[in-house]
């Protein structure tokens, strides 16, 4: 019996866990959630397929295992899944997990199991069109990302935290720190999003991009917020989260060479986050358990070709752009 953990059953791994018991490759799904009462009407609506409900506490044994919980603890959780013989998928956009994630890359390969580390809309999508829009470059200058939108609640909350931190940029080679909610640009997103101000947060995706572009002399992530979003940003949330924080939207601009010229590729997709991370959760998940992917720990954007999880996206109603935006500075 192939069995599935979900652990953190807010509005990803519900997605996520529609996706999975329509995929027909799942014959089990344990779902892991803080108050597991909550859960029974939704379970109802998951049909030819055994469910069961767990609360907090040792992980269960499963063929793969989903982290779509809160961001902070994720590493400690994939080694004891890794511990089971588990396969892992991470949602967390948390730059801390996701270095302690990548790290797990020994334990994974030795136990002949896979590690996909930032499976959501930024980073995972925002990897994944970084990669196909650099594809044809004979050589990576420079990645530019710029995302606005997040998922659930707790998405919310760690972007909150996020333009609180300091910001970890590649500047001529070198990484250096800058303060969050700094260096003001106005990005255009796709349609019918348009033109919104982004500044620094601490977002994981230069870290990611970093790995998958090693010769790169200039890497930065910002985020689209209002002056609100700025002046709020070093108290404690003054409203409760919605339940969804999207639309959401991710533009990505590579420089490099290109047939011995310089050249700018922009790329960009519009969804909600939230939908996106549950798809590409699903995707990976029904992937490792056919046996489809590398093992070891790795994001989505080090694989050679991102066409075959753009393309399944786009089976699945999420779809990238390729369009010529106003060049970031």
């Not at 606005?148 to 500047?171: I, K, N, S, W």
């Not at 590398?294 to 369009?323: F, I, K, Q």
Request: hydrophobic share 40%.
């Amino acid at each position: 019996m192939t069995t599935v953990a979900i652990i953190g059953a807010g509005i990803v791994g519900r997605t996520a866990a529609r996706q999975l018991a329509a995929s027909g490759c799942v014959e089990k799904l344990i779902l892991g959630a803080r108050k597991p009462q909550r859960l029974h009407g939704f379970v109802r609506q998951l049909i030819d397929i055994d469910v069961e409900v767990v609360a907090p506490g040792p992980l269960p044994k499963a063929d793969l295992t989903l982290l779509s919980l809160p961001t902070g603890g994720h590493a400690d959780l994939a080694e004891e899944a890794l511990g089971h013989g588990s396969h892992v998928i991470s949602i967390s956009e948390s730059p801390k997990d996701v270095e302690e994630l990548l790290a797990l890359e020994a334990m994974a390969v030795k136990e002949d199991r896979s590690v996909i580390v930032g499976a959501a809309f930024s980073p995972g999508l925002s990897c994944l069109l970084a990669r196909h829009a650099a594809s044809n470059f004979d050589r990576v200058d420079e990645v530019h990302l710029a995302r606005m939108g997040t998922g659930g609640p707790a998405c919310q909350r760690q972007l909150h935290r996020a333009r609180t931190q300091d910001v970890v940029e590649l500047r001529e080679n070198r990484w250096v720190k800058r303060h969050s909610s700094t260096g003001r640009e106005l990005v255009w997103f796709p349609d019918p999003l348009g033109a919104r101000d982004c500044y620094r947060a601490a977002l994981s995706d230069p870290v990611l991009l970093g790995a998958i572009f090693p010769t790169a002399e200039r890497i930065t992530a910002k985020v689209a917020g209002t002056r609100r979003d700025r002046l709020t940003s070093w108290l404690p949330m003054l409203r409760r989260p919605h339940r969804d924080g999207g639309p959401g939207a991710v533009r990505v601009e590579v420089r490099g060479v290109l047939n011995g010229e310089q050249t700018t590729h922009v790329i960009g997709a519009i969804d909600y986050p939230s939908a996106v991370a549950g798809v590409l959760a699903s995707i990976g998940s029904e992937w490792l358990i056919a046996d489809d992917l590398p093992h070891g720990s790795w994001s989505l954007g080090m694989l050679d070709d991102p066409l075959p999880w753009l393309s399944e996206l786009e089976n699945r109603g999420v779809s990238a752009a390729v369009y010529e935006g106003i060049s970031s500075g």
